[in-house]
């Protein structure tokens, strides 16, 4: 398997961290989701407004079948085999304590909140895969999502499953990935001409 390796030093969770699409199909406890949540309940914010909420079902429970049905089949196929599913939602009329007001940042914080419920995973040896290939529409009529309420993204949970459950087109894409490199995404001042 290809391992990652960065041109600075940077935290070994980090690298370890990658999107999995094979899963064990196990059950986790309860407390390890709820830890990972933790972690994304700590992320920073735009006037601390925590815009995300986590919506989950786990493996065993009454809302799984219902929370897979809202994927789309390709992404549905193997997510199947992970341990918890949740969907993250950002409010984008937070209350900051004058009322209502539309966040322009909403989206940026709660996607900070998965990454550091990402984090939190690898560090507990767990593998997650965000994605975006659901029905929106449906999940958030299904979701009981208001209006001010937007669905940003869903992913799964769960322990390393062997590969080879997966079809061969997927199992071709089963490792790490690597990044552009950083003088390709961190310039110093404004956009050259011509981007």
Sequence with gaps: MHQRRSDLPVSPTVLKRWSTRAF????MPHEDLLTMLEAGRWAPSAFNAQPWTFLYAMRDDDHWADFLS???????????????????????????????????????DSGAAWAMVAWQA???GYMTHAMTGLDFERAS?????????????????GRQGDGAQLPDYLLAR??????????????????????
């Design 24 to 27: 064990d199909g196990r059950e």
């Design 70 to 108: 809202l994927l789309i089949p390709f992404n549905a196929m193997w997510a199947s085999t992970a341990s918890a599913l949740v969907f993250v939602v950002s409010d984008t009329m937070p209350d900051v304590g004058k009322g209502p007001a539309p966040s322009h940042s909403h989206s940026f």
């Design 122 to 124: 690898a560090e507990m």
């Design 141 to 157: 009529v299904q979701l009981g999502l208001s209006p001010t309420v937007r669905l940003e993204a869903a992913f799964v949970v």
């Design 174 to 195: 089963e490792e790490p990935s690597d990044r552009k490199p950083l003088v390709e995404i961190a310039l110093r001042g404004p956009f050259p001409n011509g981007i």
